[in-house]
């Protein structure tokens, strides 16, 4: 089993920043991809951003791309997500999810915390 635990969400003006983490334990070696997903009120669940287990590999949903970074930090078990130049649209619930596989559902969701963003 794989526990994750995100933290960093918060309030924040258009054009701010913040940063998400997203800490892993439990059987973190089984870990294929890690990855950031948004839900907003009323809306489907995103994918927003992914990075591969040695964090050489990343990717990003185009809605993002150029404001958002994500990161990993293997020693810690850590994933971040910065997100710069926030809009308004930013604003959801943002979760960590990590999969075992290579392709395929993810398997180990967390908690969520809450990103407002406001205008």
């Known amino acids: 089993q794989v526990q994750l635990v995100e933290s960093g969400g918060g309030l924040v003006q258009t054009g701010g920043s913040l940063r998400l983490s997203c800490a892993a334990s439990?059987?973190?070696?089984?870990?294929?991809?890690m990855g950031w997903f948004r839900q907003a009120p009323g809306k489907e669940r995103d994918r927003v951003a992914t990075?591969?287990?040695?964090?050489?590999?990343?990717s990003y949903a185009d809605f993002v791309k150029g404001r958002f970074t994500i990161s990993k930090d293997n020693a810690k078990n850590t994933v971040y997500l910065q997100m710069n130049s926030l809009k308004p649209e930013d604003t959801a619930v943002y979760y960590c999810?990590?999969?075992?596989?290579?392709?395929?559902?993810?398997?180990?969701w967390g908690q969520g915390t809450q990103v407002t963003v406001s205008s």
């Open positions: 999810a990590a999969r075992t596989t290579i392709i395929g559902e993810y398997n180990y």
């Open positions: 439990g059987r973190t070696g089984s870990l294929y991809v």
């Open positions: 990075i591969s287990a040695s964090g050489r590999t990343t």
